[in-house]
């Protein structure tokens, strides 16, 4: 099993900037691809960034070029760096670590709203 933890998120005005944190606790051995959902009211969860072990790294069309993901192995934390957040960024933002096709885990989830 992985248990796996948000934070970071936050009120901030248009333009600025968060920093999301996911720590991994478990057995973190074979997951492949870690990535970062988000879910505004009464949208359907989205796919943010994902990265694939040893592989590509991947962003929504929406986010490109202002957020970034990215992993410290040593602290078994994913994160996500947001830049020049705007308000259609407002969602919760779940992270999410994937065994294969076997096994799929996701964290509680971290309120981000950017409001001025």
């Known amino acids: 099993q992985v248990q796996l933890v948000e934070s970071g998120g936050g009120l901030v005005q248009p333009g600025g900037s968060l920093r999301l944190s996911c720590a991994a606790s478990g057995s973190i051995f074979g997951i492949d691809v870690m990535g970062w959902y988000r879910q505004a009211p009464g949208k359907q969860r989205e796919l943010v960034a994902r990265?694939?072990?040893?592989?590509?790294?991947y962003y929504a069309d929406s986010v490109k070029d202002r957020f970034f993901i990215s992993r410290d192995n040593a602290k078994r934390t994913l994160y996500l760096q947001m830049n020049s957040l705007k308000p259609e960024d407002t969602a919760v933002y779940y992270c999410?670590?994937?065994?294969?096709?076997?096994?799929?885990?996701w964290g509680q989830g971290t309120q981000v709203t950017v409001s001025s």
């Open positions: 999410n670590f994937k065994r294969g096709v076997v096994s799929d885990y």
């Open positions: 990265k694939i072990s040893g592989g590509s790294t």
